[in-house]
């Protein structure tokens, strides 16, 4: 089966510019969620989709920060405006029931770097 | 709270050596405790997992050790092999599937 799909790998801004990226999860996966990986650090969860609705955005900085899931598949989070602490790589999985111990697929991750 | 520490932040261990990562966390409703590992360009993969009602849990060489009333668990690699050579990471896993993970660790297995 294909795994979570991501572009692009690489994306290089300047302070203040947009910059946005995109997801595919694996067939049927329901739920698909976009962490934050700064350098030396563990992935944090930005948000998490069930099928197109939002179950925890919690910790997604929302002046700054969007996600979409158009018809439940694929998924953009876009950053406008960048700031240079955005830095990071951009980390998108899946799975196919929320709340079961079925796993989360990652993605490769985008490399964002703002300067 | 809603915090996973883990550590060493980085290891060397002998090609054939034991590797040991520990991890502590504060949420009791964690009902899940996944360890993922990371190559340098890669996402995380899940390599093995325990459930909060399971004291121990081994696939091939590796081996989860889960003491829930001390609210800490650890990843055993034996007979570690320069292939492993990798970020580690563990997690706990939310209600909802938020996996909240620790800051990593950096395991370099020398041959």
């Known amino acids: 089966e294909a795994g979570v799909a991501q572009s692009p790998r690489y994306k290089i801004i300047e302070k203040r510019q947009s910059v946005a990226f995109w997801c595919n999860p694996i067939s049927g996966h329901a739920t698909l969620y976009w962490y934050q990986q700064i350098l030396g650090q563990g992935p944090k969860l930005l948000i998490q989709f069930q099928n197109n609705g939002v179950v925890d955005d919690s910790q997604l900085p929302k002046d700054r920060f969007s996600a979409e899931r158009l018809k439940g598949v694929d998924s953009t989070l876009k950053i406008q405006p960048a700031k240079l602490e955005d830095s990071a790589v951009y980390l998108c999985?899946?799975?196919?029931?929320?709340?079961?111990?079925?796993?989360?697929?990652f993605g490769p991750g985008t490399r964002l770097t703002v300067l | 709270q809603q915090q996973v520490k883990q550590s060493p932040q980085s290891l060397i261990v002998q090609k054939g050596g034991i590797s040991i990562i520990n991890c502590a966390y504060e949420?009791?409703?964690?009902?899940?405790f996944p360890w993922y590992q990371q190559f340098p360009g890669k996402g995380p993969a899940l390599l093995i997992a325990i459930r909060p009602d399971v004291s121990e849990k081994k696939e091939g060489r590796f081996t989860i050790s889960f003491n829930k009333s001390a609210k800490q668990f650890s990843l055993h690699i034996m007979d570690s092999q320069p292939g492993d050579s990798a970020t580690y990471f563990c997690?706990?896993?939310?209600?909802?599937?938020?996996?909240?993970f620790g800051q990593g660790t950096t395991l370099q297995v020398k041959p």
């Open positions: 949420n009791t409703a964690f009902d899940y």
């Open positions: 997690a706990g896993r939310s209600n909802t599937g938020k996996l909240i």
């Open positions: 999985a899946s799975s196919s029931i929320r709340g079961s111990y079925n796993e989360q697929f």
